[in-house]
């Protein structure tokens, strides 16, 4: 059972171009991570947000929590050719046996020089 | 400092078979993660160490499937009697064990394929 789905799946750009992608639930998290994977590579983290509407900021990249914590959006402002990978955002979770993060279904974004 | 190593890289098997995917965790870690990611698709929790708490194995899809962490290091986990379904990149990652704020760093990944 996926609990996040994310959109779009797959998501193809010019250089220079905005765009955004979401997160979405039906379940309340904790906390709410990004990462970014490249081909070949395992996942790395980009943000951990745990407030309900909290707003992070890193660089081009703006990072939002759903009021509710249900969901969550990622926007690229200018995206550049470097940003190409899959983005993966995950829900953290208290549960009986200790932490879990439910991950979403993933992006892939293709930015095109 | 060494970051989270898997081996081996790449695993081809006939179906039946047994594997063992072996994954060092950063020194210093105390939580440890498998999961399993489809081509390019998210990632499906499969287990979870934590210290020398018993293992949170509610994500292995089979009794065929298997994990161990010895020493509080070092985590091996085994796939017996292979199924086609189970090609997919296996991922370790290693975290200090921060609760939901955790950061999980992750291996490259083992990818399985089963012939």
């Known amino acids: 059972t996926q609990l996040l789905e994310q959109s779009p799946q797959f998501l193809s750009i010019q250089e220079g171009e905005n765009l955004t992608v979401y997160c979405n639930s039906s379940s309340v998290f904790s906390s709410l991570q990004w990462y970014r994977q490249e081909p070949g590579e395992g996942p790395v983290l980009l943000v951990t947000v745990v407030t309900g509407g909290e707003v992070k900021k890193l660089k081009r990249l703006t990072f939002q929590f759903g009021d509710a914590r249900k969901d969550s959006s990622l926007h690229i402002t200018a995206a550049q050719p470097g940003d190409t990978g899959l983005y993966l955002c995950a829900g953290g979770k208290v549960v009986s046996t200790g932490n879990q993060f439910y991950f979403g279904t993933g992006t892939s974004l293709t930015v095109i020089p | 400092g060494a970051g989270v190593s898997q081996s081996p890289s790449n695993k081809v098997t006939e179906k039946g078979k047994d594997v063992e995917l072996r994954c060092d965790p950063i020194s210093g870690h105390t939580a440890l993660y498998w999961y399993r990611q489809s081509l390019g698709q998210g990632l499906e929790f499969l287990i979870y160490?934590?210290?020398?708490?018993?293992?949170?194995k509610s994500g292995l899809p089979s009794d065929r499937f298997s994990a161990e962490r010895t020493g509080g290091s070092v985590s091996t986990l085994t796939i017996q009697r292979t199924q086609q379904e189970d090609s997919a990149v296996y991922l370790c990652?290693?975290?200090?064990?921060?609760?939901?704020?955790?950061?999980?760093?992750f291996g490259p990944g083992t990818r399985l394929t089963v012939l």
């Open positions: 160490f934590q210290g020398n708490s018993a293992p949170d």
């Open positions: 990652a290693s975290s200090l064990g921060q609760g939901v704020i955790d950061t999980q760093y």
